[in-house]
């Protein structure tokens, strides 16, 4: 089993849908995770942390399910710039390199 | 403030050729991080280094691949005896312990 799995997409959702990923992570010690987005031929760049309690940032909800080992990432109101690849990262806590990044997802908003 | 940077953001070199790659961190990020993504891929690991050490070098593809790090700032990583399959987009990550990477731009690297 990979140490980070993620469904590869791709999504292809209408503008104004809702859209949901999940992410599975094997290490049941992990403590940190987090969602990154790639545009196409970009570096990635950090979209939000993940906490225990979930959390929100306007249209876009992380949640963390400990006992089931994923965690989630919700995009309401989709729009046409919210087309990436979404990358679920989590700590690899045992390990010197510290963190691992899933493969990623990709998702495309049509108008 | 500044971010992570990289240089050179594009080099095409022949096979066989030596090449040197460089990283400049967020000032005080101790973690640095290198990877490779090569086009419609995934992020492949290299090494990982905290201040001027390197924990886990597990993901160096061969001995043809070598990077140091100096003064917990700067790091440098080498590709010897270039391949083709070693062209990739060659990305740096800074960080402070065990929290959120931050990306340079990345260096993408041809082999002909």
């Known amino acids: 089993r990979k140490e980070v799995e993620q469904d590869p997409g791709p999504f292809n959702v209408p503008e104004g849908a809702t859209v949901a990923f999940n992410c599975t992570y094997s290490n049941s010690a992990s403590q940190s995770f987090f969602w990154y987005r790639q545009d196409c031929r970009k570096e990635p760049k950090l979209l939000m942390s993940v906490y225990s309690s979930g959390n929100e940032d306007g249209r876009f909800t992380a949640q963390l399910n400990r006992a089931s080992q994923y965690i989630s990432l919700l995009i309401r109101d989709s729009k046409l710039s919210d087309s990436a690849t979404y990358l679920c990262?989590?700590?690899?806590?045992?390990?010197?390199?510290?963190?691992?990044f899933g493969s990623g997802t990709r998702l495309s908003i049509r108008p | 403030g500044a971010g992570v940077s990289q240089s050179p953001s594009n080099k095409v070199t022949e096979k066989g050729k030596d090449v040197e790659l460089r990283c400049d961190p967020i000032s005080g990020h101790t973690a640095l991080y290198w990877y490779r993504q090569s086009l419609g891929q995934g992020l492949e690991f290299l090494i990982y280094?905290?201040?001027?050490?390197?924990?886990?070098k597990s993901g160096l593809p061969s001995d043809r691949f070598s990077a140091e790090r100096t003064g917990g700032s700067v790091s440098t990583l080498t590709i010897q005896r270039t391949q083709q399959e070693d062209s990739a987009v060659y990305l740096c990550a800074s960080s402070l312990a065990e929290s959120e990477q931050y990306f340079g731009p990345g260096t993408r690297l041809t082999v002909t």
């Open positions: 280094f905290q201040g001027n050490s390197a924990p886990d």
């Open positions: 990262v989590v700590d690899r806590w045992s390990s010197a390199s510290k963190i691992i």
